[in-house]
Structures are given as structure tokens and as C-alpha cells.
């Protein structure tokens, strides 16, 4: 989605050293790759799609703890559209790690700033799973289904395949026994024979 963005209007060395990079990744050389990406953001520290290609790079490299510090560059110098693809990122790369509790947060931020981003529903929900909020699962698993999301959608239809079928309400509360309040003793008056 972002990949296609290249043309930034950035100085011609540091968009050239990306794109050299962006053609190293294409065929495979990462290391390569991340060190044309490192150049452009040496050349200027404010180029986001840097950032996310460098992250991505790291992230197919297993350095993790690399991946997660350039998305959250890229989340800070980034406009909104590489912020959401800066949380949605890093949650992931939370999700694999193991950080569940870490991914929710950035899926949520990611779901925030694109309410229909299905995808991170979908990851939300195996981080709650992971946490055993299996309801919280289900709930966006639902959401994540709904706004087209392939994974959810199969998951849904092969172990819950009347997912669409909106929950039952929860039965009314059994009425109370109420008593009748008893009257209280009233005493006769005495009548005295004169």
C-alpha cells in the first residue's frame, strides 16, 4: 500500500540511496538493503518510508528489537497514514515476540487512526487470545470479518460457522418473591362495661 508512495519529494541523494535499497530488498538482499535505507536516513532523518522499509528489512532478518525501533521513528516523524502502518507494524512485531500485552496497545492506536484496518482487528484479537481474552477475540475477529479481512473470515466460518448470527439476549432476572407486607397488629380498644 505504502511501497507505492516512493515519490516523496525528498533531496535526490537520500531518495536515491532508498530507491537502490527498495531494489535491493525487491531481490533479496537485506543486508544490502538496510544499509542504502540507513544512508537515505542519515541523508535526512524525517524520511518515514525509510524507516518502515528498514524495519521490514529487519523484521525478515529476526533482529526484532531493530524492526521495533524504526517503526516507532517512523511512527514519530511520519504522517498519519505511515503512523497507522508504524503501530499496525510494531504490533505485529510484538505479536511475534511474544510482547502480547505490548501489540494490543499499538493495534488499538493503529484501529484508531483507520477504523476499517480489519487486519489489525485480526492481530488484536490473537493478542488477546494470547492474553485469554477470548472474548475480546471473538468480538474482534467479528469486527475483523466485517471489514473484509480473509483470516478472520476463515477462522470464523470454520470454528464458529454461525458467527453472523448475532448472541441471544441475556434472559430477564427471575422476579423476586416479593411478601406482602403484613399489617401490623392493631389492637382492639377495651371497652369497659360502666
Sequence with gaps: ???LSCNIALADSANDSFNLGFEQHKTGDLLNAVQCYSNAISKDSTFAMAYQMRGIAWQQLKKYSDAINDYSTMITVGDPSFQVVGYYNRGVVKN???DFAGAIPDFSQAIELDQKMGIAFFHRGIAKSKMGDLNGRM?????AARLGDINALQWL???YPDWRVPPAPAPPPPPQEQTAPQPASVSKPTVSPT
Aim: no cysteine; aromatic share 14%; net charge neutral.
Design 1 to 3: 500500500m505504502l511501497l
Design 157 to 159: 466460518n470454520t470454528y
Design 96 to 98: 511475534m515476540i511474544g
Design 139 to 143: 468480538e474482534d475477529f467479528r469486527r
